[in-house]
């Protein structure tokens, strides 16, 4: 498997991917599918990743700013998403490993992400990668329905932002 930059090429297995994770329940409260350029404008450009092997997308990683303000520049949320059949094959933890760096290489001392407190496959490779459970949210919005509880996960560098 190698990682590489996720670019437009390869938009229709990260869509798929995206569309079968937001499927589980577990992956976040959107049900809106972007198409490219909604999904290219609101993720930062050099913090996309794509898990590959034999020319297949297994997975991606990507960032988005979490405001526009100056003031938080260095922050970013983070998105990760693997392939139906190919969870728990340690996928996850790689391509999070791999964004960490390339967020620190770009400048970020903050990653955050809000995790609904079932996926404890996503808790667990967040920890794994440095981040640690900073709050939870109860009944934070509704899912098809359902009061949905959050927890808040940060990371915060150790080589960017001190």
């Known amino acids: 498997m190698n990682i590489e930059k996720l670019t437009e090429k390869y938009w229709p297995e990260v869509k798929a991917i995206y569309v079968s994770g937001v499927a589980t329940g577990n992956a976040n409260f959107s049900h809106n ?3 490219w350029d ?3 404008k609101t993720h930062v450009k050099n913090c996309r990743l794509a898990a590959i092997e034999n020319g297949r997308v297994l997975g991606w990683a990507a960032l988005t700013a979490i405001s526009d303000h100056c ?3 260095g922050v970013a949320e983070v998105s ?3 392939a139906d059949g190919f969870r728990g094959k340690g996928i996850g933890k790689k391509l999070l490993s791999e964004l960490v760096k390339l967020s620190e290489e770009n400048d ?3 990653l955050e992400s809000r995790v609904f407190t079932e996926n404890l496959a996503s808790i667990k490779i ?3 990668n440095g981040f640690r ?4 949210r109860e009944r934070i919005g509704q899912l098809n329905g359902v ?10 560098s150790v080589k960017v932002g001190i």
């Open 147 to 156: 009061w949905r509880d959050t927890l808040l996960l940060e990371r915060r």
């Open 108 to 110: 970020l001392w903050t």
């Open 133 to 136: 459970i900073v709050g939870s």
């Open 80 to 82: 990760v998403y693997i």
């Open 38 to 40: 909604a999904w290219d």
């Open 71 to 73: 003031v938080f520049a």
């Open 33 to 35: 599918i972007p198409d």
């Open 126 to 128: 967040h920890e794994e």
